[in-house]
């Protein structure tokens, strides 16, 4: 067993090194989309659009939604990292490389670990098992901050259900209210790409120091807002800057990340100097 983990791990960890100065965005959904479906044409779209924009897909490298994402990102922006089943076969796309793993758990790490992005389609319990594994990861702390989208391109009300679980596991104190905020039904190629360019468009990324945390922003923070912004977040408050005005820290036990990833929107979505909160 321990064998086999290594070896999944080296072959991933191989694969991934091609595109270790990029940013990654992984694409889940069904393997049982047909090459005519909506939603393979929405997700060649999608992938496309993020290569466009210099990302690299990743997909779980078998067919339907996978294949289609590594269609449309093409080669030298795509890679697949598949499972070894007796009913499936890897992706066959020119010129884009499949990583085979013999194990779900080596293979969502390395699907997940890095990625700047998540994008879900429909899909069965593969997709959701996926899909609640990163929100999981996101509300624990152990991936850092990114965003999650569930992509809804024929309006066919598949997440319905999901967002009416997450909520009713809300009302029964099973996750934090703010826990809904980890992730983001949409509906257009358009709208998943601004919000993974939006998510990035100020926020760099987290670190800790014992109880307080640092965002550090790719702008100068005003610090006239800091008092707004502790008004809006007590839970986080006091704020401060650090002499480049590039990082804000604040109270954080490392709790509650739903309500960090509120914080990490208004960030983006203040203008620069602006005194709002």
């Known amino acids: 067993m321990v064998a086999s983990m290594v070896a999944d791990f080296a072959a991933t960890s191989s694969a991934l090194s091609d595109f270790a100065s990029r940013e990654k965005v992984v694409i889940f959904g069904s393997a049982r989309v047909a090459v005519d479906s909506p939603l393979y044409a929405a997700t060649h779209r999608l ?148 919000h993974v360019q939006s998510f990035w468009s100020n926020f760099k990324r987290l670190s800790y120091t014992d109880e307080v945390a640092t965002v550090s922003l790719r702008t100068p923070f005003n610090p006239s807002r800091l008092d707004a912004l502790g008004d809006s977040f007590p839970a986080f408050a006091p704020f401060s800057l650090d002499p480049s005005r590039h990082d804000l820290r604040f109270r954080f036990d490392r709790r509650n990340f739903g309500l960090l990833r509120r914080l990490i929107d208004v960030l983006n979505s203040t203008p620069q100097g602006s005194s709002q909160a």
């Open 47 to 194: 992938s496309a659009g993020f290569s466009g924009l210099g990302f690299v897909v990743v997909t779980g490298g078998g067919p339907g939604v996978m294949t289609a994402g590594l269609e449309g990102a093409g080669a030298g922006n795509a890679l697949g990292i598949a499972i070894q089943l007796p009913f499936e076969s890897p992706a066959r796309v020119h010129d884009v490389p499949v990583v085979m793993q013999q194990r779900f758990f080596t293979r969502k790490l390395a699907l997940v670990r890095k990625t700047r992005a998540v994008v879900v389609l429909p899909g069965g319990f593969g997709t959701l098992d996926e899909t609640f594994e990163v929100l999981t990861l996101l509300q624990t702390g152990k991936k850092s901050p990114c965003p999650v989208v569930l992509f809804d391109p024929t309006s066919s009300g598949f997440f319905d259900p999901f967002e009416s679980m997450v909520g009713t596991a809300s009302d029964h104190g099973f996750v934090s209210p703010e826990d809904v905020s980890l992730f983001r039904r949409l509906y257009s190629t358009e709208d998943v790409l601004e």
